[in-house]
């Protein structure tokens, strides 16, 4: 793991980014709704402001504004190369804000500065690799037809809705609204509640770019807002990231004139360890599998699978190491485990370790943690059933379950209802390859754990509970994409 020093801006110079503004027809207006939380420091636990919503007038203008566009075709008809300038000219921008997405995020979500600075490169390149997409041609291709070449054309759903959480807002929204632009649709962006400042970055960026008004909106709020979005007709296309919860309601209003639906839900990511592993590098990686975004990322470390003969030995090297983790304050530098994202998360995390405990965990953790703010050492629990260890906790927590033989592993492995990420652990590749190929998961990577993808343009595909369709370069596109198929028929 790398902790690159990069300086953070100062607190006051993030705080005045504090403003929280809907975003409609390419005004700027203050959302009007409170809501019954509040938006806080999570290092301190200071309060920044209440929690708001937008009106349902100024929803439905957004709406309105953005169906008209469609209908209009200004941006649909836009040819790709011109779209993928825009594009080009709003990641150009974005770009240049990089420090101070990242700062106001850890403000936000506690996330350390280390890594939302590092991880929010993600809101320009999104739409570096969307203009990418534009102008490989993608829009259009051609196959051979009985009278000349048929097409295949990719085209504009309609009216698309994003809908991202607060563990790396802007970057998630970022990906989802290029890909909705670059195929040429008007999208309308609700940021997290609890999070929702960093995501206002990219109005400035799409704005700087000369993106026609109306073709990218920001309503707040929470839950209800999100449903009230995508119930309603007009929308075609909806990309959501968050928990099962809110992406069962989300599937269930889209299933209602199926629109196009891409889920990014959770997961409960398996480590499995085989005995000949390096028992240092395997702590490293349980390490970062805990600590990366402070344990709350969909890929985190949720079940450590480990040979039996080795247990005791991995479990000791990773409480080692844990020992010399800097918890600290989000925004400093040094920091490289920030508090969990708010109150209520925290309250819910330390209510399933007690009910892990209840059921016979041992609770095993090391790291010192500051007493102001929402800090959780790192936590791996032994001794628990591993069919009372089966649900997403997201926070830095990892049940530990010992195995005899590779049938057990891959039993424990696939035994949860989720398949996002996995992770194996083994001196001999051929045999980890082997084991990672049968775990029914997205992704596994051998040998390592980090929120790099193995390829920029492989599809992060999700199993089960954990979502629905894939991510990726193009699979995201395609999510605001219909194809028609136009040629010249034989007789
Ligand atoms: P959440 O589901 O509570 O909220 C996510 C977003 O959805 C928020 O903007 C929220 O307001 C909105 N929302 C909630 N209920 C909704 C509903 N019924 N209809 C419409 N919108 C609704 O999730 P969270 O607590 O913010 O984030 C944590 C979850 O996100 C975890 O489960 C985590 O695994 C998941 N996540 C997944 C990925 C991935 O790529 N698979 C990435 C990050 C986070």
Redesign the pocket.
């Known amino acids: 793991m790398s902790f690159p020093q990069i300086t953070p801006p100062a607190l006051d110079e993030v705080q005045k980014h504090f403003v929280l503004f809907d975003y409609i027809e390419g005004q700027r207006l203050a959302p009007s709704l409170p809501l019954d939380a509040w938006v806080s420091n999570p290092s301190t636990g200071e309060r920044i402001a209440p929690q708001m919503a937008t009106s349902p007038e100024n929803i439905a203008r957004a709406l309105d504004a953005a169906q008209r566009l469609h209908q209009s075709g200004v941006w649909a008809n836009t040819p790709p190369e011109q779209r993928a300038d825009i594009l080009d000219a709003a990641a150009n921008h974005l770009m240049a804000m990089t420090p101070m997405i990242a700062a106001v995020e850890s403000v936000n979500t506690g996330i350390a500065f280390s890594t939302t600075s590092f991880v929010n490169a993600i809101v320009w390149l999104a739409f570096k690799a969307a203009a990418g997409v534009l102008r490989s041609g993608y829009t259009l291709s051609k196959v051979p037809g009985p009278h000349g070449e048929v097409e295949i054309l990719r085209k504009p759903l309609g009216v698309a809705v994003a809908?991202?959480?607060?563990?790396?807002p802007a970057a998630?929204a970022a990906h989802k609204v290029a890909n909705a632009l670059a195929a040429g649709c008007p999208v309308i962006l609700?940021?997290?509640?609890?999070a929702p400042y960093s995501c206002l970055f990219l109005a400035e960026g799409l704005e700087a770019a000369g993106l026609p008004a109306g073709l990218f909106q920001i309503v707040h709020?929470?839950?209800?807002?999100?449903?009230r979005?995508?119930s309603d007709p007009r929308v075609r296309a909806v990309s959501?990231?968050?928990?099962?919860?809110?992406?069962?309601?989300?599937a269930a209003?889209c299933a209602a004139d199926f629109k196009s639906l891409q889920l990014?839900?959770?997961?409960n990511n398996a480590m499995v360890v085989l005995e000949d592993a390096d028992v240092d590098k395997t702590a490293d990686g349980i390490v970062a599998g805990l600590t990366t975004l402070n344990g709350?990322?969909?890929?985190?470390l949720g079940r450590l699978i480990v040979h039996e003969s080795l247990q005791a030995q991995v479990v000791e090297a990773a409480l080692d190491k844990f020992q010399s983790i800097r918890a600290g304050d989000a925004l400093s530098p040094e920091t490289q485990l920030g508090p969990l994202?708010n109150e209520a998360?925290k309250a819910r995390i330390e209510a399933a370790i007690a009910a892990l405990q209840a059921r016979g965990g041992q609770v095993h953790q090391s790291t010192p943690t500051p007493q102001s703010g929402y800090f959780l050492p790192p936590t791996l629990i032994t001794g628990v059933r591993p069919e009372d260890a089966l649900e997403?906790i997201?926070g830095p927590v990892a049940t530990v379950h010992p195995f005899g033989t590779e049938e057990e592993a891959l039993f424990l492995a696939n035994q949860t209802p989720y398949g996002?990420g996995g992770y194996v652990y083994g001196a001999d590749e051929v045999r980890a390859l082997h084991i990672a190929r049968q775990m029914n998961t997205g992704g596994v990577k051998v040998n390592g754990v980090s929120l790099l993808e193995l390829n920029v343009d492989a599809p992060?595909p999700?199993w089960g509970l954990?979502?629905f369709g894939e991510?990726g370069t193009l699979e995201t596109f395609d999510v605001f994409c219909g194809k028609s198929v136009v040629g010249i028929a034989g007789k």
Do not use: D, M, Y
Not at 190 to 194: D, S
Not at 264 to 267: D, F
């Open positions: 809908i991202v959480p607060w563990n790396s998630l609700k940021p997290t509640e609890w709020g929470g839950a209800a807002v999100g449903q979005l995508v959501f990231t968050g928990g099962l919860q809110g992406g069962r309601a989300v209003a990014e839900l959770g997961g709350q990322w969909c890929r985190a994202a998360h997403e997201f996002l992060r999700a954990s979502g991510e």
